[in-house]
């Protein structure tokens, strides 16, 4: 019997229509639940081929125990090692090299220095940095949030030196990025499920949190919403992530990706409303099978992104070169 499991925290309508919609589906020999965890030992088994991660991004136990999972054929969902290292920074160099527009961003150095650190610990960072360039390049007014943050942790809107300043001041030892604000003409978040199942959804992030899927949105441009989806598939196939959502601030006709490290998504019904949740609960379900389906026990089931991938064989082609001259 292959088995699907689910782990999850506080969020209670995705998990059990999940699996719920999973077993309904009746395929033989495959079954799905809500993740039970009794003990961990090192480098045995869970018990299930697929496991969508949904919280261990808070409980650092949790990642431990896929990570150990994995490594004994577990396909995690999405991929707790390159989740673990992922950050937005990197999110947005990938992007310019997968041809999918982004933002003008720098990172920064924390204001603090980080604990167990001291003034010698980065002395190879030049003081002051060039702030004229740094401010030239993004332009105000910016954002201003944290590398690997999320849920808008953080973040500040600053409209000059001032203001960036005062709120550098507050960030203590975080590591900040300070990005370009796109004011927008349309905003939309897309749900990409397996790297290829797309739900572009109209998003208005000015408004309360229950209020901001916009219901009954008619798209104007069929070629806009073509190319936003194929920019959501060349990211997320790229990243390696097979959960995710991916945010578009459409300026001048050209979607650019704000937000698209997002491996836990929000999917709760009373907030991205009906019809996304129905869409959502059916695609995770379908991919959860297709990945039962696939599942080659003991060994690696897990999705690494292509440009790592590439980037990693190409290095190892022209090492190898490198030797044989």
Request: aromatic share 12%; with cysteine.
């Amino acid at each position: 019997m292959k088995k699907i499991g689910i782990l999850f925290g506080q969020e209670n309508t995705f998990p059990k229509a999940f699996v719920d919609r999973v077993n309904s589906k009746n395929e033989k020999g495959i079954s799905a639940e809500l993740v039970k965890i009794g003990k961990v030992m090192q480098a045995e088994p869970q018990g299930y081929d697929v496991i969508i991660d949904r919280i261990s991004q808070d409980i650092p136990f949790y990642r431990a125990m896929l990570k150990n999972a994995a490594i004994t054929g577990t396909a995690v969902i999405n991929n707790p090692f390159w989740w673990s290292a992922d950050d937005k920074f990197f999110n947005n160099a990938l992007a310019v090299k997968v041809g999918v527009a982004v933002p003008k961003t720098v990172i920064l150095p924390s204001n603090q220095h980080p604990p167990d650190t001291n003034e010698f610990s980065m002395r190879n960072l030049e003081y002051p940095l060039d702030w004229e360039s740094i401010f030239n390049y993004v332009g105000f007014p910016a954002f201003f949030k944290p590398f690997a943050g999320g849920g808008w942790k953080n973040v500040y809107k600053v409209h000059n030196k001032e203001e960036f300043f005062n709120a550098y001041n507050e960030t203590g030892t975080l590591v900040m990025m300070l990005q370009e604000a796109i004011e927008f003409d349309e905003y939309f978040r897309c749900y990409c499920i397996d790297r290829k199942d797309v739900k572009i959804m109209a998003y208005d992030p000015k408004q309360p949190h229950h209020l901001r899927y916009v219901q009954n949105y008619v798209p104007k441009d069929k070629n806009l919403m073509k190319r936003i989806e194929e920019d959501v598939i060349k990211l997320n196939n790229a990243l390696g992530y097979d959960f995710n959502t991916v945010e578009f601030a459409v300026r001048d006709g050209i979607p650019i990706a704000i937000d698209f490290c997002n491996p836990a998504p929000d999917a709760d019904v009373h907030s991205v409303g009906e019809e996304n949740f129905e869409w959502v609960v059916e695609a995770a379900a379908n991919m959860a099978i297709r990945k039962a389906k696939n599942h080659n026990p003991g060994e690696n089931n897990l999705t690494w992104g292509d440009f790592i991938t590439s980037f990693a064989n190409n290095k190892t082609v022209k090492s190898n070169k490198a030797k044989n001259k």
